[in-house]
């Protein structure tokens, strides 16, 4: 995902999928968007959806899954369990990129 890396004024922090890290590194340093590759969650990706998009009592940030297999029913999951948008990080990156860049311009 070397195109988010080189999208300006965006501080990309990377981490690995673990349900009780994702919600530490949330509340600690409030992003707005978190980005989970499904395909590298371990099989937690959904959790960390929820836990994600679920900070009660927080800012939550903007939820976006990317995944290689992005079939309609595993679109549909990521969606239920709290993500705001889906790519298929093969076929949408651009897609992926246009919309990071209109959250941060909403942002500014």
């Known amino acids: 995902?070397?195109?988010i890396s080189e999208l300006s004024?965006?501080?990309?922090?990377v981490?690995?999928?673990d349900g009780a890290e994702v919600d530490q590194t949330i509340t600690q340093i409030h992003p707005d968007v978190v980005l989970i590759d499904i395909d590298q969650?371990?099989?937690i990706g959904l959790e960390i959806i929820k836990l994600a998009g679920g900070q009660r009592g927080k800012r939550v940030p903007v939820v976006?899954?990317?995944?290689s297999s992005a079939n309609l029913q595993y679109r549909a999951s990521c969606l239920r369990a709290g993500a705001l948008y889906f790519f298929d990080h093969v076929r949408?990156?651009?897609r992926l990129v246009d919309s990071l860049e209109s959250i941060?311009?909403?942002?500014?």
């Open 1 to 3: 995902m070397e195109a």
């Open 9 to 13: 004024d965006v501080n990309v922090e």
């Open 15 to 17: 981490g690995e999928p």
């Open 41 to 43: 969650s371990h099989g």
């Open 64 to 67: 976006m899954a990317i995944a």
């Open 92 to 94: 949408e990156q651009d």
């Open 104 to 108: 941060r311009d909403q942002l500014r």
